[in-house]
Every structure is written in C-alpha cells, then in structure tokens.
C-alpha cells in the first residue's frame, strides 16, 4: 500500500493530509473553501487515489495561505507514497476536454521539480470564493514539494471554471499514469542513472 501522511501546522494553517495512491477514487476533503474541495475531490476521482484532507486555515484574510500550504502538504505526502519509485511509469500525458475547453497535462517524476504553467489568457478573478490566481500557487507548491516536472497548458477556452475544473481532472488523470506501477520494470527505477 503506496500512502503517505502530512501534519503540517503553522501560524496561518494546521493541515492533517493522508494519500494512498493505490485507493479508488474516495475523497473526504475539508480545505474551507467550497470550489476548492470540488477540484481536490475531482483530482482523487480521476487519479484514483483516496485522500483525507482536513484544513484549518486563516480564510478570513483570503485563500492564498490554504491553498498553497495543501498543495506543499499533498506534494509532500506524495513523494512519501512513492518511496523509492520502483517500477512507477514516471511519465504521464493527458489532454482532458471540458465542454469549449481543452487542457493539457504533463508531468515528470523525475526529482527535477519545475512547473510550467500557462492559463490560455484572461480568467475571471474569482470562482465561489475561490481565487484563480491560486491554481498556480497550488501547483508550483505541489510539483516542487513532490519533485515532479509539471507541465500545465490550457488549449483553448472562455469559461473560467470548466478551465480550472479540467486543470485538476487532468492532474489526476496524468498523474495516476505515472505513479502507476509497470509489471515489466516492477523492481526497477525508471532512469539510467539508477535513481529519480
């Protein structure tokens, strides 16, 4: 079983974050922010990981210090669950649509975090109570807490939730790809150097 837990608390949030990325989907998340337990429930479904998150942040000044401090949490937490990343794909690619939206999503366990991140334009400021802005915060927290490559690209699209929306379903889709095990190079790591 590939899971890892995070308790990280400071003076602007205190998240208790656990992953298992051989899980089926379940999700039980509490960020404070209602849009945001959406897109983090919708990344376990399609990455078929299950993940319990409970977050006390200081959402009465804004968002900024929760989302960022769950992604470190979940970056974090997934790192732990891969170990030593023995016979893991490494890779994974996936072009998500939504409606008039296309995203793309490509990643790298590779230990090399870097984030490329390009919003296809303009979104709207805010989605509920949660602030676009964010996604990036989230994801640069994310890839380089869990040392992956994360390329994120949106295509094409007008509406600022389906592009947020299919940002994170394709998050999960592309990332279960990766983390999943391949029976061929089951007891291998996946890189000449002989480590990620």
Same mark, same amino acid.
Not at 166 to 170: E, L, M
């Given at each position: 079983?590939?899971s890892g837990n995070?308790?990280?608390e400071?003076?602007? #949030?205190?998240?208790?974050l656990?992953?298992d990325l051989?899980?089926?989907?379940r999700?039980?998340?509490?960020s404070?922010i209602?849009?945001?337990?959406?897109m983090?429930?919708?990344l376990a479904a399609?990455?078929?990981?299950?993940?319990v998150?409970n977050?006390d942040g200081d959402?009465?000044?804004?968002?900024?210090h929760s989302v960022?401090?769950?992604g470190i949490a979940?970056?974090?937490a997934?790192?732990?669950a891969?170990?030593d990343?023995?016979g893991?794909t490494?890779?994974?690619t996936?072009?998500?649509?939504m409606d008039? #939206?296309?995203?793309?999503?490509s *990643?790298?366990?590779s230990?090399r975090?870097?984030?490329?991140y390009?919003a296809?334009g303009?979104?709207?400021?805010m989605?509920?109570?949660?602030d676009t802005e964010?996604?990036e915060?989230?994801?640069?927290?994310?890839?380089?807490?869990?040392?992956i #490559? *994360?390329?994120?690209?949106v295509?094409?699209?007008t509406?600022?939730h389906h592009?947020?929306e299919?940002?994170?379903?394709?998050l999960?889709?592309a990332?279960?790809?990766?983390?999943?095990?391949?029976?061929?190079?089951?007891d291998?790591i996946?890189?000449?150097k002989?480590?990620?």
């Open positions: 079983m590939r995070v308790i990280r400071t003076r602007e #949030t205190k998240i208790d656990t992953i051989d899980g089926s989907g999700a039980d998340v509490e404070g209602g849009f945001f337990n959406h983090l429930t919708l399609h990455g078929r990981f299950d993940l998150l977050c959402i009465e000044v804004d968002g900024h960022e401090d769950i979940l970056g974090q997934v790192h732990k891969l170990g990343k023995k893991i490494r890779y994974g996936f072009f998500l649509p008039e #939206t296309l995203v793309m999503v *990643l790298d366990i230990g975090p870097f984030l490329v390009d296809g303009a979104m709207a400021p989605i509920g109570k949660y964010l996604t915060e989230f994801l640069r927290a994310f890839a380089f807490n869990a040392g #490559t *994360l390329h994120v690209k295509m094409y699209g509406n600022s592009k947020v299919a940002i994170f379903k394709a999960g889709r990332l279960h790809a990766a983390v999943k095990i391949n029976p061929e190079t089951a291998e996946p890189s000449t002989g480590m990620l």
